[in-house]
C-alpha cells in the first residue's frame, strides 16, 4: 500500500479516524477538544462519507451533560455515536457514562486530557480528567503522539464494536492535541476490511425500536440488581484480547508495533518508568540515552489502561526489573499514591519477585516534562532509598517532594534542527510556522514537528513557537530546549525575555527590529550582547514592519519572518522555499485577489534583500549591564515574586514556596498597573496644537 | 452529663448535627437523602438556631449541579456550607467539588451513599457513588449506623472548619438512612466546646468581600500551576491528626471508642476483614461469634477513608495478621480490583510482613449482607488459595465469583427479639412500627431497631418491616432472617409469599384475614399449614379489616395490627403499651379531633378482644399441595424463570445466570399482563340490574 504521508494535529487525526465509524457525533465544544468536532462538523457539511457511506450527523447540545445524554440516546437508537471532549465536559459526562457501560453501548469518547480546575483554572494538558473516570466501567486507551493517535484512535472504535464495552481515547491536551507533526495517515479501506460488520448489525438489531419493543433503564430492588450487575464479567474479560488482536493487525499495516502495554529498552533492563500519554515519549529519548550510555533500562508505556490486563503487562515485563518508577499526571490529594501507581503496586503485590515500585506526578498543568526531569527519575532509583511521591518539573521548597533536575541534555535524534520563535499574538507567527512545516513536511522526506506556547492574553499576548526537523520521526513531546535557531519577531522582548537561553553555540539569531546595525550596539541589552558575543551566534536584522508596510500589508510581518526563517535555517534550499511559500501564497490568498496576492510575493522577495548580517563587535563580550537596565522599583512582593517572573517568562523556575499562604489560589488584585510590555509597533505622539482631549489617544488619534 | 436519649433515622441523625455547624444549606432532593433536607428546611422554618445563633438559610436549586456551585460560592462567601446528596446527585457535585477542595473550603457534603445507575437504575445503597468522588481533594469519613451517624457527622463539620479541607461524610442509604434506631444524642454545648471559632473567624475573614477585594479562580498557564497545585500538601498531611484528635475528644465525651481506623477482634488475629458502613455491624457480628468459637479474627473498620492514613492504620493493626479480605460494596468494571481493595495492597506493599490480601465485592444495589455470608468471607480465607475478586450474597454461575453462602447463623445479641411484619404500602403497617419503635425506644430502657424494605411499587406494593429489640445496642444491620414473631397483614401474601421461612420454631405468628377458624383449614395453603405444626407455631388471627370498619377506621387497620403487635411480643406489658398507644393516639391524631381520636382508641381495645388463637390441628403436619395451589400455566421464558420468583419475593436466590443475554438491562415487555396479586380488600361484583356500562367498575361503582 502506498504510504499517505500528511502534516496534522492530534485532534485532525482523532476526528479522521473517528469519522470512519461515526453515524452521529453529539458534541459539545471545550478547549482543547473543540477541533475534532469542528472539523467532524465540516467534513460532514462537505459531504465525507463514513465506513457506511454516509455523513455523520451532528449535534451540538446545551453543554457537555446533553451531550453525553445524546451519546446514550443516540446509541440506544442503533447509531454508533461518538463524542470529542475535555476536562470539566468529561465530568458532566460522569453520570451517562455509567449508564453507558452498563448497557454495553459501543460509544466512543477522544479525548484531549486537561486538567480539571482546582485552586486556578486550567486549559492545559494533564490527565485528572480521564482518572476521574477510571471507574465508570469504560475501557480507557492512551495514545502518546499524534501518529499514535492515527494509529489507536481506530482501535478505540473497532474494539468498543466488537466488544460492546464503551472507550475512551485520549491523548494529551495541547501537547498532542495542537502539535503538528508528519504523519502516516491509514486509509479507511484498512478501517473497512479490519471492521466487525456482523458486530455492527448485532448492535443494530439491538436498538430500541418500536417494531421489535423492550423494556431498558428499569428501576431495581435489590433482589435483582447484583445479579445482573455480575452477569456482563465476561464482556470485560474479553476486552484486552480483542484490543491486541486489533492492536496486531495494525502493527503489520503500519509496520508500528502496539500491544495493551509495549516495552522499550534493554531485555535484561533493572530500572524501568511506567506511564502514559506523551510523558512516554520524553522517556523514551531519555531510556535511548541512557542505553548509549550502557545503562540497564527501560520502559513500559501503557496504552490500555482499562481494563488493565495483568497477562499483557508481565507479556512484556523484564524479569530482571528490580526498580519501577511509575509516572502519573495528575494528583490526588488524600490517596495513598496516584491512580496509575497504585495499579501497578496492586499488580506486583502477588509476584514472587517484588521490585521497588516508586511513584511520582510529572506535567500538572501541562508543567512541560523535558529530558532532563526524566534522568533525574532514573537517577532516583539509583539511590538505595528513592524518593517516593516525588515531583518533578518544580522546585518544592515546602514540602520537598521534587527530585533535583539534571542538566539539560539534548535527546532527540542527531540531526534534528530545533527553533524557538517569539512572536506576538494574532502578528501571524504562528500561521507562518504551520505554514513552514506543512511546506517542509509535505514536501520532503523530512519530519517536521511544531509546537505553539501561547499564554492566556491570546491576541496580543506572547506566542513562542518551537519547532524541530529531522531525517527521523520527532517524538520530542518537550518544548524546545536546545535552539539552532531562535527569531525575535518583536523588539520589545529583548528587555523582558531571557530570549537565547538554550540557543547553541554557533546557532543562529534573527531580531526583527527597526534598528540600524549601528543602533544594536546602544539598543541590546548587555546580556543579549554578551551571550551573542560567547556563544558565537550568527546575528541577523530585519525591520521586517518597514518592508511589510512598503508592500502594503501594514503590520502583518508574517511572509517577511517566514522567509527569513527558511533563508537562514536552511532546512530546504532557499530556491525551493520560496517557491512553496509562494504557492501557498496562491492557495491561500487567491480567493482574494491578485493584489494581495502580490504584496504577499513581494513581501518575500523584500525579506530576502533586507535581511542584514551583523558582524559581532568583539566588545560586546564585555558588555556590562547598565543601571537603567533593570530599574529598582518599589513594588508589592506579590509582583517582584511570582508577576515579574512570571511576565518575563520564568514562571517555571519559582520554587513552591512562593505561594505558601496562597495555597488556594488568591492573588491580589491591582496588578495591571506594574504591567507595561512596550509592545505596541507605532506609539502616537501627543501633538498639543491638535489635540483635542478626547482622550482616545492610541485608539483613535491620527 | 444526662444522656439524651433518641429514637430516629440515620437522615435524621445526620441532619441534627448537621444543622448545628451550617449558615447555608444549599440543596436539591435526591432518594435517599432528601429527609436530611427537607429536616434542615423545616427547623429552620421552626427556628431552630445553629451554634452560631441564626437559623440555616437553606436554598434548593434546580439541581445537584447548582446546588454544588451554590455550596462553592456561599463557602467563598464566608458562610459554612452544607450539602445532602447521593448516586447521581453527588455525580453532579464532582466539577465543584474539585474546586472546593482546590480552594480549600470547609464545605461538608453528607451523602446517603447510593448505587450509581448502571444497566438499572436503583435507589439503594451502595458505595458507588463516594468512590467516584475519591479523586476529588475531599476528605472522606464513613460512619456504619445511626449512632455513628450521630458522633460522626459533627467530626465531619469540625475537621473541615480546622483543617481546611472540605469533607464528605457518608453511611449507607437505606440501610443507615432510613433505619430507625435508638441513639444517644449529641449537645449542641459539646459541638459549641469543640468548635475552633478562631478558624471559623479566619474562614470568614478570608471570603470574597468587596471591603478586601482580592482574586480568585484565576486561569493559569503551565510556568505557575503545578506550584501552587502542591502548595497545599501541608493541608492534606494535617487532616489524619486533626481528625484522631477530635474522635478522641468525641469518643471521650460519648465512651464510644473512634479513630480513623478502628480494630476489632482477637489481639493474636490472623484472619481480618476490612470494610467501611454498615456491612461492618454485620462483620463485627461475625467477629463476634467466630471469637467466641475460639477463633483467631478480627475486622479494622475504616472510618476515615481520605486522606487515607498508613500511621493510623497500622496503630490498630494486630502484627499476627496473615490474611486479610477487604471488601468493597461497589463495582469497578476493568480494574485491577476494587478502590478499598487497592488501597490496602498499596499500603501492604512496602511493609516487611504482608500478609494475602483478598477482594470481594458484597452488597451491590443493596443486596442485604447478612452473617451466612461473613461466616463464607472467613472461611475463604482458611483455604490455602482464598478464591479471590468474590462476590457475596449472589450465585454467580456465569464467571464463578461467588463464594458458596453458609448457613443462617443468628448472631445478634442473645435477648433480642426479632419481627417481621408483612403489610401493603399505604395500609400504614410502616408508619405504625416505626410508632412501636419509637414508643419501645423512648418510653422503656430497651434498645429498638426498624427497617423497612418497599418494592418500587410504593403505595400498593408490598412492604416488609423489620423490628428488632432487645437490652442491648443493636447494631445487625441486616434485615430479619431469624424471627419470633411474624405477622402478616394482607390475607392474599399466604398465597403468593413464602412468608414463614426463619420463623422460629414455637414463633408466632398471626394473619389478619376474614377468615373464620373454621375456614382456615381450606383457605390456608399446605405449605404454611405444614410449616405452622411442625414448627409449632403459636397462630393467632385477627379480622382487622372488620374492626378497623366497625369502629369506623374503613380500611386503616394499623392500629388494630398494632396493638395485636404488642399483645403478642410481650416486648414491654401489654396495659403500658395500650396506655403509650393511647398517648400517641391523642398526639397524633388530636389535632384532627376528638372522633378520630375514639375510634383509635376502640381500634385498640377491639384488636385485643377480636383477637384468636389457633388450636393447630394435628392433620396440619401432613397437609398436601393441592393440583390447584400451583396452577401450571404457559408463560413465557422470563415469566418463569424472573418474574414469578421476584414477584414472590425470592429474587435473591436467582443466580447470575438467569441474566445471560440481558446484561445490558433489557427486560421483555407485557409482563404485566402476568400479574395478579389479588390484594384488594373488597372486590366489587358485577350487579348486572344495576349496570350503566361506565367501565370504572373498581374505581367508582357503589
Known sequence: ???????????????????????????????????????????????????????????????????????????????????????????????????????????????????????????????SDVMATRQTGFAILASSSVQEVMDLAGIAHLSAIKSRIPFLHFFDGFRTSHEINKVEVIDYDVFDQLLDYEAVKEFRNRSLNPDRPVLRGTAQNPDLYFQQRESGNRF????????????????????????????????DAEHITVAMASGCNVVEEVVDYLLNKGEKVGMIKVHLYRPFSAKYFFNVFPETVKKITVLDRT??????????????????????????????????????????????????????????????????DLTDTSLPEEDIVDTSPAGTISCRLWGLGSDGTVGANKMAIKIIGDKTDLYAQGYFSYDSKKSGGTTISHLRFGDKPIKSSYLVYDADYVACHNKSYVYHYDLLTGLKENGTFVLNCPWSPEELDEKLPASIKRFIADQNIDLYI??????????????????????????????????????????????????????????NYQAVDKALEKLVRIDVPEHWKNAEDKEEDYPVKDEPEFMTRIKRPAARREGDELPVSVFKGMED?????????YEKRGIAVMVPQWQTENCIQCNQCSYICP
Chains 1, 2 share one sequence.
Open 1 to 127: 500500500m502506498v504510504k499517505k504521508i500528511k502534516t496534522m494535529d492530534g485532534n485532525e487525526a482523532a476526528a479522521y479516524v473517528s469519522y470512519a465509524f461515526t453515524d452521529v457525533a453529539a458534541i459539545y465544544p471545550i478547549t482543547p477538544s473543540s477541533p475534532m468536532a469542528e472539523m467532524v462538523d465540516l467534513w460532514s457539511a462537505q459531504g465525507k462519507k463514513n465506513l457506511f457511506g454516509q455523513q455523520v450527523r451532528v449535534t451540538e447540545m446545551q453543554s457537555e451533560a446533553g451531550a453525553s445524554g445524546t451519546v446514550h440516546g443516540s446509541l440506544q437508537g442503533g447509531a454508533l455515536t461518538t463524542t470529542y471532549t475535555a476536562s470539566q465536559g468529561l465530568l458532566l459526562m460522569i453520570p451517562n457514562m455509567y449508564k453507558i457501560s452498563g448497557e454495553f453501548l459501543p460509544g466512543v469518547f477522544h479525548v484531549s486530557a486537561r486538567v480539571v480546575a482546582t485552586h486556578a483554572l486550567s486549559i492545559f494538558g494533564e490527565h
Open 665 to 673: 489560589g488568591t492573588f491580589p488584585l491591582g496588578t495591571t498597573a
Open 331 to 396: 494528583k490526588e490529594p488524600g490517596s495513598l499514591g496516584e491512580p496509575l501507581y497504585e495499579d501497578v503496586k496492586t499488580l506486583f503485590y502477588d509476584q514472587e519477585k517484588q521490585p521497588v515500585i516508586i511513584g511520582g506526578r510529572y506535567g500538572l498543568g501541562q508543567k512541560d516534562v523535558r529530558p532532563s526531569q526524566i534522568l533525574s527519575v532514573f537517577n532516583n532509583l539509583k539511590i538505595d532509598n528513592p524518593k517516593n511521591h516525588f515531583t518533578i518539573g518544580i522546585v518544592d
Open 236 to 267: 470485560y474479560e474479553k476486552v484486552p484480547d480483542i484490543v491486541a488482536e486489533y492492536m496486531k493487525k495494525i502493527s503489520e499495516t503500519t509496520g508500528r508495533e502496539y500491544k495493551p502495554f509495549t516495552y522499550h529498552g534493554a531485555n
Open 542 to 599: 530585519i525591520d521586517a514592519v518597514s518592508v511589510a508596510r512598503e508592500v502594503g500589508l501594514n503590520n502583518r510581518i508574517n511572509m517577511v519572518m517566514q522567509t527569513v526563517f527558511f533563508k537562514l535555517t536552511d532546512v530546504i534550499p532557499v530556491d525551493d522555499a520560496v517557491k512553496y511559500l509562494k504557492e501557498f501564497i496562491d492557495k491561500t490568498y487567491g480567493k482574494k485577489g491578485q493584489k494581495i496576492v502580490d504584496m
